[in-house]
C-alpha cells in the first residue's frame, strides 16, 4: 500500500532498476519472438511497459515528458531500455518537484472509475510486474539469459552454486 511518496519512490527505483535488467538484456533479433502465432512479440510486450508510464501516469496531471503512449516500436534494442530510463527518470522527478503526500489521495478519472494516485501508482508496478514476468518467458524462448529480480534467476543460480534450483 502506497501512503508516501517516499513508499513510492523507493519501490519504484528497484522495479524500474529490474525492468532495465529486462529491457537491458533484449538483442534485436529478440524482438520478434513471439509463444504462439497471434500472441504478442517480444518486442510490443516490452514496448508496452515503456510507454504504460505515459499512458497511465499522464493522466494524473502529472507534468513530465516521457515516451509518448502512441510511439512506434523501434527496431534496435538498446532503445528500449534507453526511452524506458528517460520516462522513468522524468516522472520521478516531477513526482518530486509537483507532489506530497496528500497528493496520493486525489482521484483522477482512470477507465471510466475514480482512482487515487496512490492507486495509479500501485497498478503502476502491478501491471509492470505482469508484462516483465511474459518478458521473461519470452526471452527463454529466444535463447537470452534472464536476469534475477526478486532473487537470482536460474542462470545466476547456477553459476552461484554449481547446481539448478529444485
Ligand atoms: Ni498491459
Same mark, same amino acid.
Given at each position: 500500500?502506497?501512503r ?14 529490474s ?11 529478440s524482438l520478434?519472438?513471439?509463444?504462439y502465432d497471434?500472441g504478442?512479440?517480444?518486442?510490443? !510486450?516490452?514496448?508496452h @511497459? ?9 493522466? $494524473?496531471? *502529472?507534468?513530465f515528458? =516521457?515516451?509518448?503512449?502512441?510511439a ?11 526511452a ?7 516522472m ?6 509537483q ?9 483522477t ?6 482512482w487515487t494516485?496512490?492507486?495509479? !501508482?500501485?497498478?503502476? @508496478? ?9 518478458? $521473461?518467458? *519470452?526471452m527463454?524462448q =529466444? ?24
Open positions: 500500500m502506497i508516501k511518496i517516499d513508499d513510492f519512490l523507493t519501490n519504484w527505483k528497484h522495479e524500474s532498476n525492468t532495465l535488467k529486462v529491457l537491458n538484456s533484449l538483442t534485436d533479433e520478434t519472438q513471439k509463444v497471434e504478442r512479440t517480444l518486442g510490443r !510486450l516490452a514496448w @511497459i515503456v510507454i504504460t508510464v505515459d499512458e497511465m501516469v499522464s493522466q $494524473t496531471g *502529472l507534468q515528458t =516521457a515516451t509518448p503512449h502512441d512506434p516500436i523501434p527496431t534496435h534494442a538498446k532503445e528500449f531500455a534507453e524506458y530510463k528517460k520516462s522513468s527518470d522524468a520521478v522527478q516531477a513526482i518530486q518537484e507532489w506530497t503526500d496528500e497528493s496520493l489521495f486525489e482521484k478519472d482512470m477507465y471510466g472509475e475514480q494516485i496512490a492507486t495509479i !501508482l500501485q497498478i503502476l @508496478i502491478s501491471h509492470q510486474t505482469h508484462h516483465r514476468g511474459q518478458m $521473461t518467458v *519470452l527463454r =529466444a535463447g537470452l539469459v534472464v536476469p534475477g529480480m526478486y532473487g537470482p534467476s536460474k542462470e545466476e543460480w547456477l553459476a552461484f552454486s554449481g547446481q539448478a534450483p529444485e
